[in-house]
C-alpha cells in the first residue's frame, strides 16, 4: 500500500469551495485507511498566527507557518490537506519548493459567484468597504499559472471536482487505484462487483 | 506492530541536554520503522514564533504553538518529539490535557553544572545581566511534578538515559519490544541469536 505524505493545497477566493472539497476529500481518503490533517485558514490563524492581521506581510508569514506544518506532516506519512485562500504565486510557490510532494488544486469561481454565495456575509461588508483587504474585492488574487489540477465549481458538482482530484492523486502515485488500497470492506466488494459487472459487459 | 502515535515531550535548563536525548531517541526509533519529527525550540521559533521574545507570555505562546504542532503530528501515528525549555508547569499541563499521549521527560541538571558546560556561551551572558529573562538565571524555572521520566544528565551517561526513555515508551505501550518490532534486519537476527542462547541457558 501506497503511503506516501503529500500536501494538497487548496488555493481560490473566499466561498470558492475550498474547505468543502477539503472535507470530502478528506473522508475519502480516511476511508482508504490514510492517515489526514486538514490545515484549515481559520484553525491555523488561531494556533498558529494570532496578531497577524491581513497585510500582504502578515499573509506571507501566516502561509509560510502553513507550509512549514505541512510540510512536517507531508515528510512523515501524512496527507495534509491547507484550504487557505492563499492569494500570492510567490509565497504559495515557495511552499511548494520547501515541501516537494505539493499537489496545487486551484479552486475557480469568478468573484461574482462567490459573492453570490456570500456563505459568511463576508462579500456585501467588503463591498460597503467595512473589511479592507478582502481578497478579490480590495486585495489581489493571484491565479495558479501551473495548478496540477483545477477544478470549476461554478460549472461542475462538488462531487465531481472531487472525483477529479482523487484520480489525479491516483495519476501522481499518491494513492493507489481503489481496488488494491485499504479501503473498507464494503467498498472493496462494492468495486469487485462493479468490475465483475464491468468484464461481463453490464456497465 | 505498535504505531500509536505520541509526543515526548522533553523540559529542562539549556544545556541540561535535551537536543542531545531527542538525536539519540531521534535515531532509535527511526532504526524501528517510526516515523520522527524532532521540534527543536529554535526551529520553531524560526519558523513559527518569529517576533515573539522571552516574556512569560511570548514563552507561553512558543510553547503553545510548539504543542499544537506535535499534536497534529502524534495524532497522525507520528513520534513527535519536543525539546524546548519549556519552563512553566501550567503550559506543559495544557499540552499535555489537549495532546493525551504525552510523556513528559524531566531532562534534570543542576544550574551550577549547565552553567559550567555553558555548551552556547550564554550563561556567561546571562549572568553577567546581557541577556534579559535567561531560565535558571533571571528567569524561574518550575520542574516537573508528575513527569513519565526523570533522567539525570549530571549522574548518569547519555546512553543510560536514552535506554531509560526507551524502556519507559515500551512499557507505556508506545512502541513494541525490540524482539517483535520492525528493527533492521540486522538487529532482528542478533536478537534471535540472544534468544535462542537464552532458550539453551547459555545467557
Request: glycine share 8%; charged share 30%.
Amino acid at each position: 500500500m501506497t503511503n506516501r505524505g503529500f500536501t494538497l493545497w487548496f488555493t481560490g477566493l473566499s466561498g470558492a469551495g475550498k474547505s468543502t472539497l477539503a472535507e470530502i476529500i478528506e473522508q475519502k481518503l480516511k476511508d482508504r485507511g490514510r492517515y489526514v490533517e486538514v490545515l484549515d485558514g481559520d484553525i491555523v490563524r488561531t494556533n498558529l498566527s494570532k496578531g497577524l492581521g491581513f497585510s500582504k506581510e502578515d499573509r506571507d508569514t501566516n502561509i509560510r507557518r502553513i507550509g512549514f506544518v505541512a510540510h512536517l506532516l507531508s515528510r512523515n506519512g501524512v496527507a495534509a490537506i491547507t484550504a487557505a485562500i492563499s492569494p500570492y504565486r510567490d509565497i504559495r510557490d515557495e511552499c511548494r519548493a520547501m515541501i516537494g510532494n505539493f499537489v496545487e488544486v486551484y479552486v475557480k469561481c469568478p468573484v461574482s459567484v462567490c459573492a453570490d454565495r456570500d456563505v459568511k456575509g463576508l462579500y456585501a461588508k467588503a463591498i460597503a468597504g467595512e473589511i479592507p483587504h478582502f481578497t478579490g474585492v480590495s486585495d489581489p488574487y493571484e491565479e495558479p499559472e501551473n495548478a496540477e489540477i483545477v477544478v470549476e465549481t461554478d460549472l461542475e458538482s462538488k462531487e465531481a471536482s472531487a472525483d477529479k482530484i482523487i484520480a489525479r492523486l491516483e495519476e501522481l502515485g499518491y494513492l493507489d487505484p481503489v481496488a488494491s488500497s485499504c479501503a473498507t470492506a464494503g467498498d472493496e466488494d462494492d468495486e469487485l462487483v462493479r468490475q465483475r459487472l464491468e468484464e461481463l459487459g453490464y456497465v
